[in-house]
């Protein structure tokens, strides 16, 4: 069959009715960028990119007051420029930066507001393990031509498209536009992003889980309950032997189960009750949830449907718990029944 590039791939959408001319061009554009950020990446040591932003004395800190990579900010300005002339958005908001960012006066300004964590797992990066690029599409409100945070605050049924980049031995583009989930890969020679899976499906049952074990002992009750039955294995409710591995980098683990299947859980714990979560809800949960549930997976909080979710903050975090359908319902069951027992 002869190979289908992403540009191609978009005209055929655009056909079908499923992506107007300013979306498909902007998704191009924010290809492009990943490109670089590809390449950035693979330089490695010898780029000079590894290694914390700033000074030894005075890290670089983000908003999210974690210290900055020199690959987090070298992401997010390739992301931020490529983005700032292609005349199809009317802001951007990043993971990185506290506000959004408006489009430069001297461009031309566009109807869509875009979302993204440049460098997602950037804590893998100096160890040579995958990292991604995520990003969300909406649409900028009618009437607003000075998008603010809160023009964003947008639930996730209102994405018109979403996806991510992992930058591992092939550099992976996944993304949809509502209408199916589906999977390019990098061709270096050629420098273009080629179809290579259509309409991917996440198998509904799995025996694979994805967690971060070490936080056992701070998970609410429900969480307990449920990961011990699947240690329990055989010899336990679920009469099967459960496997587990832990990325911790989402883009990774999130594109392990759009190939083989498996389930990802960043529950609330005692440690971040506070904030609501590790995830971000707007750079990370809702586009992930995008992604998995067009691909016949699903993707909640625990307790309710995330893309359901209206956010609150453009930093707003919230628990994660994603993959194959019948083990993420099964996980959001031990949730919501122990909310809803009596005492
Ligand atoms: P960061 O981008 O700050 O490296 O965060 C990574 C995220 C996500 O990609 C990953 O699944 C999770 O944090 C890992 O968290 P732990 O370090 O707590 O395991």
């Avoid at 990185?96 to 979302?115: R, S």
């Avoid at 000075?146 to 639930?155: S, T």
């Avoid at 309710?304 to 993420?328: C, D, K, N, Y």
Wanted: glycine share 10%; proline share 5%.
């Amino acid at each position: 069959m002869k190979p289908v590039s992403l540009i191609q791939f978009m005209i055929e959408e655009r056909r079908a009715g499923h992506v107007n001319a300013e979306l498909s061009l902007l998704i191009e554009v924010v290809a492009r960028a990943c490109k670089r950020i590809a390449v950035a990446t693979n330089k490695g040591a010898l780029g000079g990119v590894l290694g914390m932003a700033g000074s030894e004395d005075a890290l670089s800190m983000n908003i999210q007051g974690e210290a900055q990579k020199k690959l987090d900010v070298i992401s997010n300005e390739i992301l931020l420029e490529a983005n700032a002339w292609g005349g199809h958005l009317a802001a951007c908001a990043s993971e990185e930066m506290e506000d959004p960012q408006p489009i430069p006066d001297m461009y031309p300004k566009g109807n869509h507001l875009l979302l993204f964590d440049p460098l997602d797992g950037s804590s893998n990066i100096d160890v040579n393990i995958s990292v991604g690029t995520i990003f969300s599409v909406l649409r900028c409100p009618d009437g607003v031509t000075e998008p603010k945070a809160v023009d964003f605050l947008q639930p996730g049924t209102a994405q018109l498209a979403a996806g991510y980049v992992v930058y591992g031995p092939a550099t992976v583009l996944v993304l949809t536009f509502g209408h199916g989930t589906h999977e390019f890969t990098l061709d270096r020679e050629v420098g273009s992003f080629v179809l290579s899976r259509r309409d991917i499906r996440i198998p509904a049952e799995t025996a694979e889980f994805a967690i971060n074990m070490s936080n056992q002992r701070h998970w609410q009750a429900p969480m307990q309950r449920y990961i011990g039955d699947l240690l329990a294995g055989k010899d336990g409710p679920r009469g099967k032997d459960f496997n587990m591995r832990w990325v911790a980098s989402m883009v990774a683990d999130v594109h392990r189960i759009v190939t083989r299947g498996g389930v990802f859980y960043y529950p609330l714990d005692a440690k971040i009750l506070q904030q609501g979560g590790k995830l971000r809800l707007m750079y990370e949960a809702n586009p992930m949830a995008f992604i998995v549930e067009q691909a016949g997976g699903a993707a909640t909080t625990g307790r309710e449907r995330i893309m359901a979710l209206q956010p609150t903050a453009l930093h707003q975090r919230v628990p994660v718990f994603l993959g194959s359908r019948r083990e993420v319902e099964l996980a959001t069951h031990y949730h919501r029944s122990a909310d809803e027992a009596p005492g």
